[in-house]
């Protein structure tokens, strides 16, 4: 998987109201299932006193995943149209969740379809899609002694990274996949072999 992809740019959610009920769409980016997961059990939580809280993602995981629950609206209504409007923009790495407040009036099987995916559509452009590339994480860990040559060829690479200094010094790297394998070898390279990298 080194082509790009779309996915969405930043969290963010859209509210509206359908004959009483009040719809909010959350959208958030997830690199891996456990993200998804855990930003569902967040708006879950944030929204517990909501009538549902309707999750849907798409991963691009090992295999590829995708998900979406009603929530206990009725089948078919509410998690398909969420992941349908996901698959119709093509958009990867996403989770969303839709919170809907029950107000009062049924919607009938077409209303609340349409409520749902509406939900989804208006989030994603809140946040905007953009084009990704494949990433890979990397943990390398070097003694003090190499951390500055290792710190250098992370940083003049231009690619996110977060280090720790504790017993050796960590760095928590996001690289493009394809340009992993290089940044491997330099690190390896300048350092006589001496980083660990996972």
Request: proline share 3%.
């Given at each position: ?57 798409r ?28 698959q ?36 994603l ?24 040559t ?10 996110e ?38």
């Amino acid at each position: 998987m080194t082509d790009t992809y779309r996915t969405v740019s930043d969290r963010a959610s859209a509210a509206f109201e359908v004959r009483g009920s009040e719809f909010i769409g959350h959208v958030t980016r997830a690199e891996t299932v456990a993200h998804a997961e855990a930003f569902v059990a967040e708006i879950e939580a944030e929204y517990a006193d909501a009538t549902h809280n309707v999750p849907a993602y798409r991963v691009r995981s090992d295999p590829f995943r995708e998900y979406s629950s009603d929530d206990g609206e009725p089948s078919g209504s509410a998690g398909k149209p969420v992941l349908n409007v996901l698959q119709g923009e093509d958009v990867e790495n996403v989770a969303c969740v839709v919170t809907r407040y029950y107000g009062g009036t049924n919607l009938g099987y077409g209303g609340l379809v349409r409520a749902y995916s509406r939900a989804v559509s208006e989030a994603l452009d809140a946040t905007g899609v953009v084009e990704e590339r494949p990433h890979t994480h990397l943990t390398i860990t070097v003694e003090y002694d190499d951390s500055g040559t290792v710190r250098g060829i992370i940083e003049s690479v231009g690619v996110e990274f977060d280090a720790d200094y504790g017993e050796r010094a960590t760095f928590e790297v996001r690289v493009p996949s394809e340009e992993r394998e290089g940044l491997c070898e330099r690190l390896r390279s300048a350092t006589g072999g001496r980083v660990a990298i996972e």
